[in-house]
């Protein structure tokens, strides 16, 4: 736009006053554009009126084309050169990234490789290099299938058509295989653990990539666990576990009839001797030597285990029971022979067996077990190193079962709180009306149902199974309470007479457990006698004189129960520090009737008080045994015809 008169033109009416005073009588306006659109403009002003002329309008169209050409030339460069940038910083963000993936590629400890749909490689990490022997060159372009990956698991060939990689690329689904093999270079095979993934560009498969690790040493650790989990870890042989799964397939095979077994169940004889002589290394050394002895003994076919402790178990297939009884003889003369030496020492042991027949009219796998175990044991009763046959019917067999049964019963009222204690007064048969109560505690017990169980009935399992130290704890503890809350009648109780088994003579432990609980109950040890029988005394003599030494010097008594019975003469009571003789009863009870029972019980009653020892008559069932016994000069009589056994608490009512 031209306007060569700025106050004459109407289209300038807003500004010709400023024009006035600024001097400006013309000006030409042109127009910068770029794309198309207008972005400024180029003004010029003049201080004369019809001064645009033609050739002045052209030069400055000319100079706003220039302008617009520069502006816009300007910013293309610009634009350029952010575009260049922003490649630039893109370039290096793609090779971070890049660098990044070929890090972690070659960093991994798994394998990783990818192939194209012909199953060539395309590339491979380090690891894979690693694990497979091969080159980079050697892989790279190589096809896979037939290099590494060409066998089953189990050596059989492998068709790359039914290989799980090339089932990815070709089904386009991932896929996770654990129990293939790959081959290295120099012809070895591995276990592995792989996954393959299909490639997918832009809705295309170009391949797969497998990721891959060695499983050797995790395979070898699986055995290892399975191994501990089913083999004893001191002998190697099978566990407990493990020989009752066999027995249970064993009767599942027996039952069609089709095979016979025969169950050994075999115990060691002496060995408690080494393990108590020379400690348990000892014992260990000799049940592993135990155990390779057996192992040479028996067939290839047969299944050994060791069921715990000394105890082993053996499983005879195939095997008729005239010939397991041959080999149960032969491993008996073998363990005889054998010589455990340690040390200086030298033993000799045995093994008692007990053989169970299987066939198709067996109960079941515990049934059996349990009837080896009883016939074992017998077989024990009857001399040791012996084999003895359990049959249907077997009365001595099954004696010890109805034993063994008792095991558990006994720790389950243990358990669930039914054991009881009676007790049972001891009186002076010199009428003295001055005397405190004297009376021996009994150890009871009753059944699921309420009922009371015989001690007859659970003493013996106990004593045979070694629980006997565990009920005396429970008795001494249990009594010690009573007498504890019961203050007011501790003045009348002159003796509380508390039985203790063979066993517990043994317990180096019991005396220090004795000596705490009398501090915690703050019991007088002076009213605490301590019965024992002379069996049990004799056959353990030192320890015996040991046991009641330490517990006299704070002040317990102690009474030599069923005394008379022994094989030993007097001589041991010179050593053995008792105060009370307990003539045993089968003297007491026909003493009326039988002069030689009588003499018996004269000649106790006379010694014993030669040696400063007071006499106490069991079994005393009625006024003329009381009566001959005091004639006698019994100190104390004991028995049904006193005064039957009554529950501890009466004591609380009287």
Same mark, same amino acid.
């Given at each position: ?405 008792? /095991? !558990? +019963?006994?720790?389950? &009222? #243990? ?13 002076? *048969? @010199? ?106 005394? /004799? !056959? +353990?003599?030192?320890? &015996? #004189? ?13 009474? *030599? @129960? ?93």
């Amino acid at each position: 736009m031209v306007i060569n008169n700025l106050h004459e033109s109407t289209i300038t009416a807003p500004w010709q006053d400023l024009a006035r005073k600024a001097h400006i009588h013309s000006a030409a306006i042109f127009p910068i554009t770029r794309d198309k659109g207008v972005i400024g403009a180029f003004c010029v002003y003049s201080g004369e009126s019809e001064f645009f002329n033609a050739d002045i309008v052209d030069l400055l169209h000319e100079m706003t084309s220039d302008i617009s050409f520069a502006i816009g030339n300007y910013k293309q460069a610009k634009e350029h050169e952010q575009s260049h940038k922003k490649l630039s910083e893109s370039s290096t963000e793609l090779e971070k990234i890049n660098s990044q993936m070929r890090l972690l590629l070659e960093s991994t400890g798994e394998g990783i490789y990818g192939i194209d749909t012909k199953g060539n490689v395309t590339f491979v990490n380090q690891s894979a290099l690693k694990m497979l022997g091969f080159s980079r060159e050697e892989l790279l372009g190589g096809n896979i299938h037939a290099l590494t990956h060409h066998t089953y698991a189990d050596g059989s060939t492998l068709p790359m058509g039914e290989c799980s990689i090339h089932e990815a690329f070709r089904t386009g689904v991932p896929c996770q295989i654990n129990n293939e093999v790959f081959w290295r270079k120099n012809g070895t095979s591995f276990p592995v653990e792989y996954s393959a993934y299909p490639i997918n560009e832009a809705g295309v498969i170009k391949g797969a990539v497998t990721v891959f690790r060695d499983v050797t040493e995790s395979h070898a650790i699986a055995q290892q666990m399975n191994f501990l989990a089913t083999h004893d870890t001191l002998t190697n042989l099978l566990n407990r576990y493990s020989f009752e799964k066999h027995l249970s397939q064993a009767f599942n095979n027996a039952q069609s009839g089709d095979v016979d077994y025969a169950l050994c169940y075999m115990d060691l004889d002496q060995f408690k001797v080494v393990n108590d002589t020379c400690g348990h290394v000892a014992g260990d050394a000799l049940l592993q030597m135990v155990s390779r002895l057996l192992q040479q003994t028996i067939r290839h076919s047969d299944i050994l285990s060791r069921l715990g402790g000394d105890e082993f178990g053996l499983l005879l297939e195939d095997c008729p029971l005239e010939q397991a009884i041959r080999l149960a003889n032969k491993i008996c003369e073998n363990v005889k022979d054998f010589r455990f030496s340690w040390q200086d020492k030298t033993f000799t042991i045995g093994v008692s067996i007990g053989i169970v027949s299987i066939d198709h009219e067996s109960e079941g796998p515990e049934n059996a077990l349990s009837a080896a175990d009883a016939a074992c044991y017998v077989a024990k009763d009857l001399g040791r190193n012996r084999v003895h046959v359990h049959r249907r019917h077997d009365d001595e067999t099954i004696r010890r079962q109805g034993e063994m049964q008792w /095991v !558990s +019963r006994i720790q389950r &009222a #243990i358990e669930e709180k039914r054991l009881c204690l009676y007790q049972q007064p001891i009186i002076p *048969l @010199d009428d003295d009306e001055e005397a405190g109560q004297h009376f021996e505690i009994l150890l009871r017990m009753t059944d699921e149902d309420g009922r009371m169980v015989p001690p007859g009935a659970f003493i013996p399992a106990a004593e045979r199974y070694n629980l006997m130290p565990t009920l005396d704890r429970w008795v001494i503890d249990t009594t010690f309470q009573w007498l504890a809350d019961n203050p007011t009648r501790m003045a009348d109780i002159e003796l509380c007479a508390i039985n203790l088994s063979g066993q517990s003579l043994g317990d180096d432990n019991l005396p220090g457990y004795i000596t705490d609980k009398l501090n915690h109950y703050n019991l007088d040890a002076n009213t605490i006698c301590f019965e024992v029988t002379e069996t049990a005394a /004799v !056959s +353990r003599l030192d320890q &015996a #004189i040991h046991f009641i030494t330490h517990l006299k010097h704070i002040g317990c008594r102690f009474a *030599l @129960d069923d005394f008379g019975t022994g094989m030993s003469s007097f001589a041991y009571l010179k050593n053995m520090p008792v105060d009370y003789l307990k003539i045993d009863g089968s003297f007491v009870k026909d003493i009326a009737d039988d002069p030689i029972d009588r003499a018996m019980v004269e000649s106790i009653s006379e010694i014993g008080h030669l040696m400063g020892l007071e006499t106490i008559g069991e079994y005393v069932e009625n006024d003329t045994i009381r009566k001959i016994l005091t004639s006698i000069g019994v100190d104390y009589a004991q028995g049904f015809g006193i005064a039957k056994p009554q529950p501890l608490t009466t004591l609380d009512e009287n």
